[in-house]
């Protein structure tokens, strides 16, 4: 089975800080993970994903993020925050064993950023 | 324009009714999914579609029908409306190319059963 959680219900930062929202995974094969925004009424947003190859993952937006295997982590960061960061964030995860093609997402972490 | 519309994008209707919401999209993915949102459940998928004229279940498929007759339509129905069904509710879709290609998602359908 494939799970995903995140810690985090909210993360309060300050505009121009740095900022961390935190994931972890767990799969019995190797993983695909991704990260989503989503605004007000909107859908979600693809902002970047790991499949393989380097743990230092660059998306759209400024935002990065970084595999850890042995952490079974892939926390989003990004380096200077911008008020108009402040949205939900997803993680999601699909087991490389998973012969079908389901997504699992986490809970949500909800991003606030003050001037 | 190219990309993947839902509709109604709200919805108030009665338990017992029948509800259908529409999706439709314009690149010709071969992947289409429905998934509802929730406080405290971020998103559970409920039915997903490899190709036209094959489905299968998700997560939470109780309640739940689905079709797909051609290849940029998936209409999700609730043959009778239950109060524990009131979500929004998001359309996805992706390409067959490679199986690590992100979804793209519609902007939702709110629905409130009452």
């Known amino acids: 089975a494939q799970s995903v959680a995140q810690p985090e219900d909210q993360v309060n930062v300050a505009e121009g800080n740095p900022l961390t929202v935190k994931c972890t995974y767990s799969v019995s094969g190797n993983p695909y993970l991704f990260w989503y925004v989503q605004y007000p009424n909107r859908g979600l947003q693809f902002l970047l994903k790991y499949i393989t190859g380097d743990n230092l993952v660059k998306g759209s937006y400024g935002f990065e993020a970084e595999f850890n295997k042995s952490q079974t982590s892939f926390h989003l960061k990004k380096p200077s925050a911008l008020v108009s960061d402040s949205a939900l964030y997803f993680c999601a995860v699909r087991d490389t064993r998973n012969a079908g093609n389901m997504l699992t997402f986490g809970g949500g972490t909800r991003l606030m950023v003050k001037p | 324009d190219a990309g993947i519309t839902q509709s109604p994008r709200y919805k108030i209707t009665e338990t017992g009714r029948q509800v259908t919401l529409m999706c439709h999209q314009t690149?010709?993915?071969?992947?289409m999914f429905w998934y509802r949102q929730d406080l405290g459940h971020g998103l559970r998928l409920i039915y997903y579609?490899?190709?036209?004229?094959?489905?299968d279940k998700g997560e939470v498929p109780d309640g739940y029908v689905v079709s797909r007759s051609k290849t940029e339509n998936f209409p999700l129905t609730l043959e009778s409306a239950t109060r524990s069904q009131t979500s929004v509710y998001f359309c996805?879709?992706?390409?067959?190319?490679?199986?690590?290609?992100?979804?793209?998602f519609g902007d939702g359908t709110r629905l409130s059963i009452l």
């Open positions: 996805a879709s992706r390409p067959d190319t490679l199986p690590n290609q992100p979804q793209h």
């Open positions: 690149w010709s993915h071969s992947y």
């Open positions: 579609s490899a190709a036209a004229d094959i489905t």
